[in-house]
């Protein structure tokens, strides 16, 4: 196992978790998953307005925001199909840093350079109890952590190509963002930017 920080109870760091060549193997696996469900433009309840990120997702459910609300369903908005199977490797990933239970979900977030996402929590998964783990690939991102509260503390770290994060324990809920990306920071993405992989636990075990 790599080194790992707490930055706070539950809230876990794996700085250079994955070497140049295991990002490969994942950038493949992704490259992959987006030839089967291309990534499209997310947009707010509420507003209707689009998200800076681009996003898809592999598992038997994913992720999606729309006028409809927030939710989980198990198929592309676009295009209609089901989502592509999730990957050995992200699977392997979730059982290594995550639980034991397997993961339903790989939300794929692309952030272009301008690209950034304001403090939310996740939430909308029947079962609030399974860790949440992230994967960086790209550029780095200016990672912000907070509480379980909106407008509590915050700090700031650097999640660089090859870094995981885990949201568990006291820490599942806490608010989470990203203030920027570093453009031309990794080499890893011919187009430049960032990859995130969130693997989560949807439905409850029992």
Known sequence: ??????????????PAAFDARAQADLLADVRAVLAQAPLFTPTMPRTGKSFSVRMSN??????????SGYRYQSFHPDTRQPWPPLPDRLQAAYA???????AE?????????DARMSLHQDRDEADLTAPVVSLSLGDTALFR????????????IRLASGDVFVLSGPSR??????????????????????FNLTLRRVSCTG
């Open 105 to 113: 979900a790989c939300l794929i977030n692309y952030y272009a350079p």
């Open 145 to 156: 952590l907070g509480g379980p509260e909106r407008g509590g503390a915050t700090q700031a």
């Open 1 to 14: 196992m790599t080194d790992r920080l707490e930055l706070a109870p539950g809230a876990f760091w794996y």
């Open 58 to 67: 592999c598992g038997p459910l994913g992720w999606v925001s729309d006028g």
């Open 96 to 102: 290594r840093f995550g639980a034991a239970t397997p």
């Open 173 to 194: 809920l806490a608010f989470h963002g990203v203030d920027r990306i570093l453009g031309g920071s990794s080499r890893l993405l011919q187009e430049g930017g960032r």
